[in-house]
């Protein structure tokens, strides 16, 4: 870009976000089944498709209603005008189907239950049209088909029986005129006797009849992913080459191909020889969006490694590191827990990374590895309150980010379930917050019959974490925001300004 465009370069306006459609909303005082909660949130790379996984296992897609209107050569001019400004302005979704992904088991090995909560949902390309989704909870990864078949639809008709008399068998239309049947010592012919019989049983039957055909749709497993980690999974990504993908845990990521699910091979291992050398662990892993040989993935550090697979088998020796200078100086017991990376996403073309961290959203040039291009602000009223954080598990929290198809704005949650969207170069770094609410002026309710199952780190890293700090406890416990009603997931929709999240067990989606 030359310097006189650049001068004349103006950032577009702040988006203006209205509030869309909800699913799943739960009514003041209702209670709110743990198995309900959402853990996962994906578009499908054309955005037409939503999958969204809960904690009790299931994956529930959605798809956008603009394939399904009566066809064009039956609406009139003014018909096809008002349909084509709705298809401009946002999309709509519907409910298409669901299906139980995951069930709870028993590791009998090593005395352990595994939950059927969904990790993590991920759509794969393909060049056929056909629908395939990764999803995966902490140990088994599967690959489901969704497809549509058509089913038959029948009603039933009254239940009636007919007297046939030999005239109205052997009549003008029947198989055999009466001049011709065979004599038989009892009148009939063997084969007429069978045919008479069946003719009677069938005419006391209930008889159906097609009334019409829709289609249904189904998924199916495909392939199952299993025996491959120790630690639970935290992230799962689809390779840009549509046939590999990677999974991984807090030591180690693992490179699978679709096809094959009986073997997979170890790229990145950073098990010390000695678990009491545990320095950090791995949070999350993506591939490069272009470049099938680049992966990026962030530690419980705050640091954020750059990997191509040509270099070497094992991949972690040969990384770049991003890491943010201004965290270089003096530390506390806290640093690591709010500087632990729970989210990252590359942008479009791949020149970008978003971050997510307790305390902030961060933005890196992949060119830029010492400092980050912006740095977005989300807690930092919580900043007096990290004890108190701790001591009750909130500051384990782990809050998605995405970004938008442009790559000029990004979003993440908070709690309030307070939805935070921010643009590059347009306005202020406070950017807009969201009440993700039906109608924002109504401060969610939800009440859960249990405490939810934690979102954040692994029982190895939290672990790790709290030797010698069980019962250390500020003063104060009160706070600005409502600690228990937060937005952890979330999901941009690749190619227009349409933003899902969840909280609790609603999904709700906003436009601009």
């Known amino acids: 870009m030359s310097s006189s465009s650049r001068d004349s370069f103006t950032p577009p306006p702040p988006l203006d976000w209205k509030f869309s459609q909800v699913f799943g909303e739960t009514t003041p005082g209702e209670d709110l089944q743990d198995v309900d909660v959402v853990s ?14 809960d904690r009790g296992g299931r994956v529930v897609i959605f798809q956008a209603k603009h394939g399904k209107h009566t066809p064009n050569s039956f609406l009139n001019r ?6 084509d ?8 979704y519907q409910y298409k189907t669901e299906f139980q992904s995951h069930e709870p088991e028993f590791d009998y090995l090593k005395s352990m239950e595994i939950e059927e909560k969904i990790n993590r949902v991920r759509w794969c390309s393909t060049s056929n049209g056909s629908l395939f989704i990764l999803s995966t909870n902490d140990m088994t990864i599967k690959l489901w088909k969704v497809r549509e078949k058509k089913v038959k ?3 039933e008709m009254e239940h009636h029986s007919v007297v046939c008399s030999e005239n109205d068998l052997l009549g003008e239309g029947s198989f055999m005129s009466e001049l011709d049947k065979p004599p038989t010592t009892n009148g009939y012919n063997v084969d007429w006797a069978e045919k008479i019989a069946k003719d009677t049983l069938s005419s006391q039957e209930v008889q159906t009849k097609i009334t019409h055909t829709e289609e249904a749709t189904r998924a199916n497993c495909r392939k199952v992913y299993a025996h491959a980690h ?33 073997q997979c091979f170890n790229i990145i291992d950073t098990k010390p020889s000695n678990m009491e050398d545990l320095t950090e662990v791995i949070t999350v892993a993506e591939f490069h969006p272009i470049h099938c040989n680049l ?9 954020t490694r750059l990997v191509d697979m040509r270099q070497s088998a094992i991949c972690d020796h040969s990384a770049r590191i991003l890491q943010d200078a201004e965290c270089r100086g003096s530390k506390s017991f806290y640093t690591e827990l709010i500087a632990s990376i729970s989210d990252m996403k590359f942008t479009y073309d791949g020149q970008h990374i978003l971050t997510r961290d307790y305390m902030n959203l961060k933005l890196w040039d992949m060119r830029m590895d010492s400092s980050p291009v912006v740095v977005f602000k989300i807690h930092e009223h919580l900043r007096h309150k990290f004890s108190d954080l701790y001591n009750d598990d909130s500051i384990f929290d782990r809050f998605d980010c995405c970004i938008s198809g442009d790559g000029l704005h990004f979003a993440t949650g908070s709690y309030s379930n307070n939805l935070r969207i921010f643009s590059h170069g347009v306005g202020n770094e406070e950017g ?20 939810p199952r934690r979102s954040s780190l692994s029982n190895m890293a939290r672990g790790f974490y709290r030797q010698g700090h069980e019962n250390y406890r500020s003063g104060s416990n009160e706070f600005s925001c409502n600690l228990s009603s937060k937005l952890l997931h ?23």
């Not at 630690?231 to 679709?258: A, M």
């Not at 807009?432 to 405490?451: D, G, Q, V």
């Open 295 to 303: 992966l990026a993935y962030s530690s419980s550090r705050g640091f």
């Open 78 to 83: 003014n018909e096809l005008e008002r349909l």
């Open 432 to 451: 807009i917050t969201i009440e993700a609410s039906k109608n924002p002026n109504r401060r969610s309710t939800l009440h859960s019959t249990s405490r």
């Open 230 to 262: 120790d630690f639970n999974i935290n992230s799962i990504s689809n390779n840009s080459d549509g046939e590999t993908f990677i999974s991984s845990d807090d030591l180690r990521i693992n490179l699978w191909n679709l096809e094959i699910s009986d």
């Open 85 to 92: 400004s709705a298809f401009t302005a946002h999309p709509e």
């Open 490 to 512: 979330l999901a941009w929709h690749p190619t227009t300004n349409f933003i899902a999240c969840a909280s609790g067990n609603s999904l709700l989606m906003y436009h601009a």
């Open 153 to 155: 639809k029948v009603r």
């Open 40 to 53: 996962s949130i994906g578009f499908e790379k054309s955005g037409d498709y939503l999958a969204v996984g």
